[in-house]
Structure formats: structure tokens, C-alpha cells
């Protein structure tokens, strides 16, 4: 009897069941059943962005303390207002998380206790030797493709993703798997940047993402929104994806 097949199966149920396979991943073939990186304790608490439009640089930090978080396997939390008052122009009025990944890989990012949020634009005032973290890169996934987004938020880590947003029912989300037959996914339609920290089949109302938002703990779930997965690249979800490499 050939044992091969067996032991291959037995090495992926463990995999599965640890949860990630981050450091060692090689291949992109498996379709797993879904991951919530909660659990591992590398996700800090949903902040409030206030009076300021602060997701782009709120998700790109959370997506930086996540990655730095699984490699030193220790989470520390980072300065948004770093990169709301240093980072861009537009501070509070909006942005890209890429252009927060960038600056995080030039100039490295404060802890977050050293520099805390408020909500609204300063002058910059980041004293580069309290750098607390520090990103190489970041990569941009497939255009709309969320199978292989659902492989990188298994295998690698969270991701951040922009979403169509302008919606009432955005607004109005409670609870459950949201969806929106207005929403659009064209890039032009992007309006608010959320992590992905997993996903996962429900056995109801189908295949969700778990979003980290900027909304706080008293929106949504505890601040978080499950979004329709693989229902038409929902929202935008898969439109503009990217992670940091630490
Ligand atoms: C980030 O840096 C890369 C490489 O230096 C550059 O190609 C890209 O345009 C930059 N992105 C933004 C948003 O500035």
C-alpha cells in the first residue's frame, strides 16, 4: 500500500488546523475553507477614525502591526496620525494605502502610544529614532481575482482592500453578510480602505470576508463587517488588494 497520499493528508489537516502555514508557504493550489487572524492575536482593537477621513492609513497599519506581528510573533501597535499628519497632502481627507505603505518603508512608523491619534491634520512631527516598525515593500494582487486573495489572507496574512462605499445600507449594517446591488468594483468607486482578516462560509447565508474597519467597536460586529465572498468581486473587494512585506 502506498502511504504517500495518507501522509499528505494527514501533513494538511494539521496545517489547516494551525491555522497558517506563513512562513514556509509554497504553493498557491490549496482552496482553504477560510482563517480568522483574531485569533492569533496579531490584530490590534478597531479604532474610531472620528471627524477624519483616516482608512487608508488606519488599514495599511493595520495591515503592517499584523505581517510585523506574525513574524515577531509579538504585536505592537503603530501611529496612524504618523501617517495622517507625514504621509500625504490629504491627511484627513482620504488617501491610498500604498502611499502609507511607502512612506512606512522610507522613514519606518511610531508606536502608537508615542504618537496617538487625534483625529485631525498636524504638522508632522516624527522623531525617526523612535521607529518602532518598518515595512521592505508591499504587493498589489491579481485586478477582481478573490480567489487568490482569499490565498494570500490564508497563507501570508491580512490584506487591505478598498471598497465602494457610498451606501445607506453601509450606514445601516448591524450585523451579517453584507450586500449591496448598487455597489460597484470599478476603481473609480473605491471609497473606503478595510482590512481582511479572514474569511469564511456560513452555513445560511454563504461566503463571507471579515473587514476591520475605522468605524469603531460600536459599529457593525464590534467594528468589523462580514462582506458576500465570491459574489461578483462585491463592493470593489478584490479590485485594489495589497499587502505589506515585512
Ligand atoms: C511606491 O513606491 C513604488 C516604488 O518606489 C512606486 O513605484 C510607486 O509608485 C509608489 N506608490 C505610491 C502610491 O507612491
Known amino acids: 500500500m502506498d502511504y504517500f497520499p495518507v501522509l499528505k493528508l494527514i501533513a494538511l489537516l494539521l496545517l489547516v488546523d494551525l491555522g497558517y502555514a506563513a512562513g514556509n508557504y509554497q504553493t498557491y493550489d490549496q482552496l482553504p475553507k477560510g482563517i480568522d487572524w483574531r485569533r ?25 502591526e499584523a505581517h510585523l506581528g506574525i513574524k515577531n510573533r509579538r504585536l505592537d501597535q503603530l501611529s ?49 529614532s523612535t521607529s518602532a516598525g518598518r515595512i521592505r515593500s508591499y504587493v498589489t494582487l491579481r485586478y477582481a481575482d478573490e480567489k487568490c486573495l482569499a490565498e494570500v489572507v490564508y497563507n501570508i496574512g491580512p490584506v487591505v482592500v478598498h471598497l465602494d462605499s457610498l451606501h445607506d445600507s453601509v450606514l445601516e449594517y448591524k ?23 479572514g474569511f469564511g462560509t456560513d452555513s445560511n447565508y454563504g461566503d463571507y470576508w471579515i473587514l476591520k474597519t475605522s468605524f469603531g467597536k460600536n459599529w457593525g460586529e464590534n467594528g468589523y463587517m462580514r462582506l458576500a465572498r465570491n459574489a461578483g468581486n462585491m463592493c470593489g473587494v478584490a479590485t485594489l488588494a495589497q499587502y505589506p512585506i515585512v
Open 80 to 128: 496612524v496620525q504618523q501617517l495622517i499628519d507625514c504621509a500625504s497632502n490629504y491627511g484627513c481627507g482620504g488617501g491610498w494605502a500604498s502611499v502609507a505603505f511607502n512612506y512606512t518603508r522610507d522613514h519606518g512608523i511610531a508606536s502608537k502610544t508615542s504618537y496617538p491619534y487625534r483625529a485631525e491634520q498636524s504638522t508632522c512631527s516624527y522623531d525617526p
Open 175 to 197: 450585523s451579517g453578510i453584507y450586500r449591496e446591488e448598487d455597489c460597484r468594483f470599478d476603481m473609480a468607486y473605491l471609497t473606503e480602505a478595510v482590512l481582511v482578516v
Open 40 to 64: 492569533y492575536g496579531y490584530i490590534s482593537p478597531v479604532q474610531n477614525q472620528g471627524g477624519c477621513q483616516a482608512s487608508w492609513a488606519m488599514s495599511a497599519v493595520g495591515a503592517v
